[in-house]
Structure formats: C-alpha cells, structure tokens
C-alpha cells in the first residue's frame, strides 16, 4: 500500500522560509515522478504542479521560480520543498503527489497523493 505523507508546514513572516518533507512509501520511488502542489482555501487546487523532479529534470512554475527548490533523497524516500522569500500569497495547503507519468503528474493527475501540510505566510 502507497502512502503519501507530508510535513513542515507551519506559519511563518513574509520573507521567511520554510522546508517541507513528503515520505512516500509503497513504491520504487526513485522510479517515480514527484511534485509538490498547492491549494488556497476556498478555492480549487491549482492545476498544475508548483514544483516537479523526475530523475535529475526539475521544474519550477512561474510563481514560485527562483524561491523554491526542490529535492529529494532516494534513500530516505523522501521529496523536500526548501521554500524562501514566502510572500503572503504562498499561504495555501502543501501536497506532495507522485507518479509514473511525468505528463500525469504535472498535471495533476497523479495517482498518489498526501493529506497535505499548511502553510501560513502573514504580511
């Protein structure tokens, strides 16, 4: 059985910086394809992935290009989101997700994800 889990999220100033963590268990996952998503309350996920690694191909979406970094450990299992210069418009629910398909994943159709972590940015 896959399970997804995340950790890390927590409230933090604007201009401040945050690490998540998602283990992921169940899976080859250095096989697999990973990323990190978002979602503000009251409003849809956003559809595509914030931050995606596959093998040693790593992409960043516009907003959050040049603050964030992503990583991971294959021998930990675990994907990390190291996330600085936090503006209040990070302040969202964090999901680690992982897939096969690179194409699936970074649209949002990955068929493993966690239970997310909040993030909290204040102005």
């Known amino acids: 059985q896959v399970q997804v889990v995340e950790s890390g999220g927590g409230s933090v100033q604007a201009g401040g910086s945050l690490k998540l963590s998602c283990v992921v268990s169940?899976?080859?996952?250095?096989?697999?394809?990973l990323g990190w998503f978002r979602q503000v309350p009251g409003m849809e996920r956003e559809l595509g992935a914030i931050?995606?690694?596959?093998?040693?191909?790593?992409t960043y979406a516009d907003s959050v290009k040049g603050r964030f970094t992503i990583s991971k450990e294959n021998a930990k299992n675990t994907l990390y989101l190291q996330m600085d210069s936090l503006k209040a418009e990070d302040t969202a629910m964090y999901y680690c997700?992982?897939?096969?398909?690179?194409?699936?994943?970074?649209?949002?159709?990955?068929?493993?994800w966690g239970q997310g972590t909040q993030v909290t940015v204040s102005s």
């Open positions: 169940g899976l080859a996952f250095a096989d697999y394809c």
């Open positions: 997700a992982a897939d096969d398909s690179p194409s699936a994943l970074w649209a949002g159709r990955g068929n493993y």
């Open positions: 931050a995606g690694i596959d093998d040693d191909s790593i």
